[in-house]
């Protein structure tokens, strides 16, 4: 085994672990877009303004999330193609890539800069308990493959 092997298998699963996130990251928001968003009318990516600056808001945050679905799939390729492709810890990765989506937006875009709630003219915390301790159980699942595939890798 070459002096590289071993840092180009650290590579390896850390481009493994990046495509996940990515792709977490865009799932995570296209499903929060297309549930929440378009199909249940419950909120805008922006809320402090017009219905038209919400609809806009919406579709750069779609855009954003399909760039980073499509660069997690380009990441993917390029790892399937070089036999370099690490199943757990893209598994991984792309839980956490998930929670950590619905995390960052439960907490920061909902609560600390109130860009919008889950649903308005209810009472919100189910549902901000729900979609936080969602989050919360990805992330832990996700770094429990990321921590278990790092000791089968040693």
Same mark, same amino acid.
């Given at each position: 085994?070459s002096?590289?092997?071993?840092?180009?298998?650290?590579a390896?699963?850390?481009?493994?672990?990046?495509?996940g996130?990515?792709?977490?990251?865009? $799932?995570a928001a296209?499903?929060?877009e297309t549930?929440?968003? @378009?199909?249940? #009318?419950w909120? #805008?990516?922006y809320?402090k =303004? !017009?219905?038209?600056?919400?609809?806009v808001?919406?579709?750069?945050f779609?855009?954003? =999330? +399909?760039?980073? !679905?499509?660069?997690?799939?380009?990441?993917?390729a390029?790892?399937?193609?070089?036999?370099?492709?690490? %199943?757990?810890? +893209? +598994?991984?990765?792309?839980?956490?890539?998930?929670?950590?989506? @619905?995390?960052?937006?439960?907490?920061? @875009? #909902?609560k600390l800069?109130?860009l919008? @709630?889950?649903?308005? #003219?209810?009472? $919100?915390a189910?549902?901000? +308990?729900?979609?936080?301790?969602?989050?919360?159980?990805?992330?832990v699942?996700?770094? $429990?493959?990321?921590v278990? %595939? =790092?000791?089968?890798?040693?």
């Amino acid at each position: 085994m070459s002096v590289d092997a071993p840092r180009a298998r650290e590579a390896a699963g850390g481009r493994s672990v990046l495509s996940g996130v990515l792709l977490g990251l865009g $799932v995570a928001a296209f499903v929060d877009e297309t549930v929440f968003h @378009q199909l249940l #009318h419950w909120h #805008h990516f922006y809320d402090k =303004s !017009t219905p038209a600056a919400g609809l806009v808001s919406d579709g750069l945050f779609h855009a954003v =999330s +399909w760039f980073a !679905t499509i660069a997690a799939l380009f990441l993917l390729a390029d790892l399937r193609r070089r036999a370099a492709f690490r %199943a757990p810890l +893209w +598994w991984g990765g792309l839980l956490l890539g998930a929670g950590g989506f @619905q995390l960052y937006d439960g907490t920061v @875009q #909902h609560k600390l800069l109130r860009l919008h @709630q889950i649903r308005y #003219h209810v009472a $919100v915390a189910p549902y901000d +308990w729900t979609w936080n301790i969602v989050a919360a159980v990805l992330i832990v699942a996700g770094a $429990v493959l990321l921590v278990r %595939a =790092s000791r089968r890798d040693r």
